[in-house]
């Protein structure tokens, strides 16, 4: 929406929202979210209410957030089951960590809102704890402060979240590239190390792991060095905690989180051991150094003067044979220290490898969201080969940017005969090439070779550099450094010390010492056995390039979604907009070429094929196979939804310009799926009610000997809220004071309720999961006039005719309901009554029903009044005419009389061998339905359709309730049972 597409207008934009702590911005909604980090916590930018109002929504229907980008990710992957991606990149510091936890948060979130409550909920519920978990552990031993960030990750992390066909967490995976090992043993000043050393100091220094023997920060030399041993807003002790019960939830036992911590206490005091020239034996341990000696022993499990050998010397191999050489001091410190760096690399890679087999899929994986939160671009004063690979790995992103976004959508469009004007954008492949090509040779390939070089140095790594790369984008200064043109700006390297850390090899008699002479089986299994090869071990770069090349693969297959951070200033203060900063990260990430992309261009490209294949649906004219004209099809699908400018038809693809045509596309698509698979639940819910009332033939055939015929009642489709009761709030109230909500409704229509006095009252009744209620008619000011709990049901009594009635009977009175729908209330109740009971609901059909309720007068009486409801045949009234009225022979007795097409007529008989034509209609769901008019009764004194009591078939001799001796316990004796009706 700029009017000014330019870097400034960017900038200038971008910074009148970060002033309104807008700190989200889309370039193309729903394709590119910027994020200017605002270096505080805005009120409720990350609450559950804010999280729930981007669930099922489309990107442009709220703010720009990341929750957004989340959404469409997930929904993406719901409609088209392929695999997504969310590339969250930007300089260190600019926000990349917490962005992607928020992100794996809401996916999370609505994943696990969307399961079913089952076991599969909670496996999945499981899988989720464990996912948002591996955040907090990931980070105690894989970020620390540097000076630009105070949670910086000095990891690059692929955090995949699997998913089965439905949508439904099954797992996870967490790749982990380039820890930054050095760290450990050389933190630059003003920095940390990694969160975990100071976490531990400070649970020690409060009476936690007192057997470890940890003092404070400032007694160790690999945490001295650096100066800095608090960060502001962090609190040790409580991450720790926190990262304790991480490990718990992961899976890690008792033994193995000590085992893990002392591996941290072993690296802290091994920084501690010195050494002293020995002269011709080389070097000793220097004595000021002995209790550091002694703990690191202690820690590892193993004998203190294996240790002190193993320190000092080192194995070789002459001509097959194995030697130990004395290292003097400066050898036995970088000894010393890669031993510490390798027992901290081993143990983190361990951590994800737990991470990974705590996670891993419980289901049929179909597919996967992958969040990459990787390190950022990096420029300091002096900077070595751990900038370099960061910096590599920026470039290939941004490559991969660059060819998803920019290079590959203009060239689509020139292919497919669209017209368009080319943008120029910076092209980084040929920095790539510089970092990573072997033909012509690019730098690592050179330190690779110089790495396997008897006698190569780091100035004979220069003098190659110099003399075989030629490219513009590097330039050699001297035999000491080298600058890189990267996207983000010059970089100068240092060469010193670059071979050693490409080598990265751990004296071999160390390696040994930890298989075998350590006896802690956790330590142990850091170092497994593995079978002698002649093979070199692969360098650091030559690892690294293969993942990276593994991470594009892996990225190319996806659907990628991008989320660019942007840091504001340097001095981590809130509300400080540096814009000339902010405009060269606008500049390297190559936003306004985005932004004249995304606006000149189409938000949608797809093969006609597959338009056609999801949207055919939308119109009739096109349903289900086509008119074999594909191309003129799809155009009749867009018109459908009255589409009609806004896309171009290319040579094999369709391209739509707006994203909200997308939109309404889909929304089409929903609302017919919706409809569909409505029509199908009716069907089938419809099927399941015929074949039971069938079922049932034989039982009604029992009670009445054949002699009578009995008509379903089967009509309707089922679709169980007829009223739409979210739409009425006072419904939903009185719902929500009764402990139910809105989702629990199982049925709910209008229906006739036969009062006490044998009076006729519209009532909307509503079934619960476990209550029945009725409530006063009109829908607006709905109020509960009686429910009962369906665990209190007792049985249900219905006619061998074909009319609506039905009665419930309960514990302490009945009722006498008429409706359409009896069959759907029957079987809503059959299921409900299963389910809390764990047995069948007990139905009688009978042509004379006893029921029971309580007296009635301005003093209601306490006992309990039976009364009858007879249902008779009249061949005299009109079909469907069934009529109501008080029986002449006693005030306790009502008859129904049932037309003939309702009764001897009707649709199914208890000896039909099969269902009619109007039946295998409504087994189909679209039956057109009987319509029933009921005669209005006159009211009657005494009696009425209140509760209590069972139906029986007529018979001599008074009725007898099969709940009497119920009744007899609970109330007085009912009032004599009038004469039966004649058979």
Known sequence: LLTNISEDGIVSGLQSRYKSDKIYTWIGTGQVLLCVNPFKMINKLYSPATLKTYMNRRPYENPPHVYAIAEKAYKDLQETHKPQCVLVSGESGAGKTENAKRLMEYITNVASSSDLKSAKSSASSSIKDKILRSNVLLESFGNAKTLRNDNSSRFGKLMEILFDYGGSIVGGRVTSYLLEKIRVTQPKEGERNFHIFYQLCEACSRGEYQELGLGTPDCYAYLLRSGCFKVPRMNDLNEFHDTEQAMDAIGFTADEKTSLFKVCAAILNLGNVSFVDAGAEGSDIDPASNDAVAWVAFHLCMDEGVLRHNLTHRKIEVNGEEFQK????????????????????????????????????????????????????????????EQLHINY???????????????????????????????????????????????????????????????????????????????????????????????????????????????????????????????????????????????????????????????????????????????????????????????????????????????????????????????????????????????????????????????????????????????????????????????????YRAWIAIKYFLELRKKADEVFGGKKRRAGSVHLAFHGDYLDCKSSVSLSTALTESGEYISDIKFADRVD???????????????????????????????????????????????????????????????????????????????????????????????????????????????????????????????????????????????????????????????????????????????????????????????????????????????????????????????????????
Not at 335 to 356: C, P, Q
Not at 500 to 506: A, S
Request: with cysteine; net charge neutral.
């Open 393 to 683: 790995c920026n470039e290939k992103l941004q490559q991969l940017f660059i060819e998803l976004t920019l290079r590959a959508e203009q060239n689509e469009y020139a292919k497919e005969g669209i017209k368009w004007e080319t943008v120029n954008y910076f092209d980084n492949e040929p920095v790539v090439k510089l970092i990573e090509s072997k033909r012509p040779i690019g730098i690592l390939a050179l330190l690779d070779e110089e790495s396997v070089m008897p006698r190569a140095t780091d100035e004979t790594f220069a003098v190659k550099c110099n003399k075989h790369i030629q490219n513009k984008h590097f330039a050699p200064l001297g035999r000491t450094h080298f600058t890189i043109k990267h996207y983000a700006g010059d970089v100068t390297y240092m060469n010193a010390g670059m071979l050693e850390k490409n080598k990265d090899q751990l004296n071999k008699n160390l390696v040994e010492m930890l298989q075998t002479d350590v006896q802690n089986e956790y330590i142990k299994s850091l170092y497994p056995v593995v079978s002698k090869s002649h093979k070199k071990p692969p360098t650091v770069s030559t690892q690294f390039k293969k993942q990276m090349n593994e991470l594009m693969d892996n990225l190319s297959q996806c659907n990628a979604h991008y989320v660019r951070t942007i840091k504001p200033n340097d001095q981590k203060r809130s509300g400080v907009y540096e814009a000339a900063m902010v405009k060269n990260q606008v500049t390297y990430l190559g936003l306004k070429e985005n932004v004249i992309v995304r606006r000149a261009g189409y938000a949608v490209r797809q093969k006609y094929e597959e338009f056609f294949s999801r949207y055919r649906l939308l119109s009739d004219e096109v349903w289900p196979f086509g008119t074999g004209d594909v191309i003129s099809d799809c155009e009749t699908i867009l018109n459908s939804i009255n589409v009609t400018s806004g896309y171009e038809k290319g040579k094999s693809m369709m391209f739509i310009r707006e994203p909200t045509t997308l939109f309404a596309l889909e929304d089409a698509r929903d609302a017919k799926l919706n409809m569909v698979a409505a029509k199908i639940q009716g069907c």
């Open 753 to 983: 309720k036969i009062n006490r006095k044998g009076v006729v009252q519209e009532r909307l009744l509503v079934i619960t999961s476990n209550a029945f209620y009725f409530f006063t008619p009109d829908m607006e000011k709905a109020a509960i006039k009686s429910s009962n709990p369906l665990n209190c049901l007792l049985g249900m009594s219905l006619s061998s005719y074909a009319d609506g009635y039905c009665i419930l009977h309960f514990t302490d009175h009945d009722y006498v309901v008429n409706s359409r729908r009896k069959s759907e209330i029957v079987m809503v109740l059959k299921e409900r009554y299963t389910t809390l009971l764990e047995s069948e609901l007990p139905l009688e059909f009978s042509d004379r029903i006893e029921y029971k309720t309580w007296g009635g007068g301005m003093f209601r009486s306490k006992s309990i009044t039976m009364n009858y409801i007879t249902f008779e045949e009249d061949r005299g009234l009109p079909d469907n005419n069934v009529e109501f009225t008080m029986a002449k022979e006693t005030a306790n007795t009502m008859k129904v009389r049932v037309p003939t097409n309702l009764a001897s007529r009707a649709p199914i008989g208890l000896n039909d061998s099969a269902p009619s034509r109007s039946v295998a209609a409504a087994v189909g769901g679209y039956a057109a339905p009987v319509k029933n008019t009921y005669s209005k009764p006159p009211a009657f004194n005494g009696g009425g359709a209140g509760g209590g009591g069972y139906g029986r078939a007529a018979g001599a001799g008074p009725p007898k309730n099969p709940y009497s001796s119920y009744i007899a316990k609970t109330a007085p004796a009912p009032s004599p049972a009038p004469a039966p009706a004649p058979a």
């Open 326 to 385: 004395p290292l003097l001091p400066e050898d036995a410190i970088r000894s010393r220290d890669a031993l510490g760096m390798s027992l901290y690399s081993n143990a983190f890679s361990d951590i994800v490898k737990k991470l990974n087999a705590s996670m891993e899929s419980s289901g049929m994986e179909s597919s996967r969201i992958g969040i990459l939160d990787i390190y950022g671009f990096e420029i300091f004063e002096e900077n070595s080969m």
